[in-house]
């Protein structure tokens, strides 16, 4: 089993940028494919972004696609690093893992993922 606590929240002017963590507990953090997902007032939980277990793949949603870069480090850290923020980008971000490995398909669906944090608070100003 693994505990997911996500950091790095905040407020911030549209065109700013924020980096978000995400921190594993467990000692099998490298089995485990990462996923991004947020959630704004009034509007279902949609897919951000996923890397794989190696970090080899990366997965976004086009809306996000070229602003944001998703990564992870040996140390059970996942990260998203959101440039050119948007107000639209205002969402409570949810970090999620999944043992097994992530394709297009399946990295995009909250059913795919095991595993969640409680989420941080990005806000962005116009």
């Known amino acids: 089993q693994v505990q997911l606590v996500e950091s790095g929240g905040g407020l911030v002017q549209a065109g700013g940028s924020l980096r978000l963590s995400c921190a594993a507990s467990?000692?099998?953090?490298?089995?485990?494919?990462m996923g991004w997902f947020r959630q704004a007032p009034g509007k279902e939980r949609e897919f951000v972004a996923a890397i794989s277990r190696s970090g080899g793949s990366t997965y976004y949603s086009d809306s996000v696609n070229g602003r944001f870069s998703v990564s992870r480090d040996n140390a059970k850290n996942t990260f998203l690093q959101m440039n050119s923020l948007k107000p639209g980008d205002t969402a409570v971000y949810y970090c999620a893992a999944v043992p097994g490995p992530l394709s297009y398909s399946n990295s995009r669906a909250e059913a795919s993922y095991d595993y969640w944090g409680q989420g941080t608070q990005v806000t962005v100003s116009s």
């Open positions: 467990g000692r099998t953090f490298s089995m485990y494919a």
